[in-house]
């Protein structure tokens, strides 16, 4: 069958992930279904029907997402009892048998979510990019894109606390504890002067709709990240978060330089571009970049994906250096923090 062995393969792919980074019940369920992927059950057919590209547009991810609202809508449900965010108890095994059933009952619903696009915003991760923003230091502009709700736009209201250091306000509503693992960042005072963001399509936590996709996309086995993302969402304040490419975006936002800072930042947000946009991306970076001073810098702060972890890359103008401050789990966690200068290039690969 057509595309079928890339499905497979990005399920396999997809299975090992979740696997390595704590989520069993998916990985059974991806496990469970790539053996019958070319036949006529629902959940089969759904996949392989599904005419988004399959890595471009995560269609495994999207398949489960579905699956996930669905049955958080409805905590009732046989399959929500084997599901931890809702409230059932982690039983990979028994979560692998009832998808396929709940898909055949509600086909028409899983198609119909399975439409809306990947849409995470693991606000863990601001505990490594506030220790970036307090490596840089001084005033800052943060400009995110791909920045989901706009949640990490707020880095700098969460209190973040490690074995001998902690930093961020005292009586923060969120708190991150022991993402810190290796290491111990020197974290200078900043202060961000304003804050904006954009993505492909920007979410709002004060419409239900947008809080139960974002709920969605959280592991079933992730019941901590959950909680932090509710509690993320019920203090959020409000930030511009435009609806824009983020090329064109970050190209009008760098087009003038202001007094401080400016940092573009993004999490996870890379691998979901093309290879055009990538190098578009860098390009437009790369020649803000030139236009810095030392009274207007600019600096731009990668939480990607590397060889294995992710890693949280630096690179600031004038001063022309790039620096990798650690390496940590893709939802935040497991940070190593060690700071080691890297070569400093304008080749578009440094994304």
């Known amino acids: 069958m057509p595309g079928l062995d890339e499905l497979r393969e990005a399920g396999e792919w997809q299975a090992g992930y979740c696997r390595e980074l704590g989520a069993p019940t998916w990985a059974a369920v991806i496990e469970a279904l790539l053996p019958v992927l070319d036949g006529s059950d629902a959940a089969a057919e759904l996949l392989r029907g599904d005419d988004g590209d399959v890595y471009g547009t995560m269609r495994w991810l999207r398949f489960l997402g579905a699956v996930h609202r669905l049955a958080l809508d409805d905590l009732a449900c046989d399959l929500a009892a084997v599901l931890p965010t809702a409230g059932g108890r982690s039983d990979p095994s028994r979560a692998a048998r009832a998808v396929p059933a709940f898909v055949a009952a509600h086909r028409d619903d899983v198609a119909r979510e399975m439409a809306m696009p990947v849409q995470t915003n693991e606000v863990a991760r601001g505990g490594a990019l506030s220790a970036a923003m307090g490596w840089l230091g001084g005033p800052l502009r943060l400009r995110e894109v791909g920045a989901s709700a706009g949640l990490n736009l707020w880095l700098d209201r969460c209190r973040v606390v ?81 609806a824009a490419d983020l090329v064109a975006w970050t190209r009008d936002e760098l087009a003038d330089l202001e007094a401080g800072r400016t940092v573009v930042f993004h999490s996870i947000v ?46 600031r103008w004038p001063e022309r250096d790039v620096h990798q401050l650690a390496t940590l789990s893709p939802h935040g966690g497991n940070v190593r923090w060690q700071v080691e200068p890297r070569p400093w290039a304008r080749a578009r690969a440094w994304i």
């Open 162 to 242: 490690g074995d001998d250091v902690a930093w961020g306000p005292a009586d923060a509503a969120l708190r991150f504890d022991g993402l810190f693992t290796e290491g111990r960042p020197e974290v200078q005072p900043f202060t961000v002067v304003d804050r904006a963001g954009c993505d492909r399509r920007p979410l709002d936590v004060t419409v239900p709709d947008d809080r139960r996709l974002l709920r969605s996309f959280v592991w079933p086995d992730h019941v901590e990240r959950l909680a932090r993302l509710d509690a993320a969402m019920a203090v959020a304040g409000r930030a511009r978060v435009d």
């Open 270 to 315: 890379i691998m979901y571009l093309d290879l055009e946009a990538q190098h578009a991306f860098a390009d437009v970076v790369g020649d803000a970049g030139e236009r810095a001073t030392a009274d207007t810098s600019l600096a731009h702060v990668s939480f990607e994906l590397g060889d294995h972890d992710a890693e949280l890359v630096v690179r």
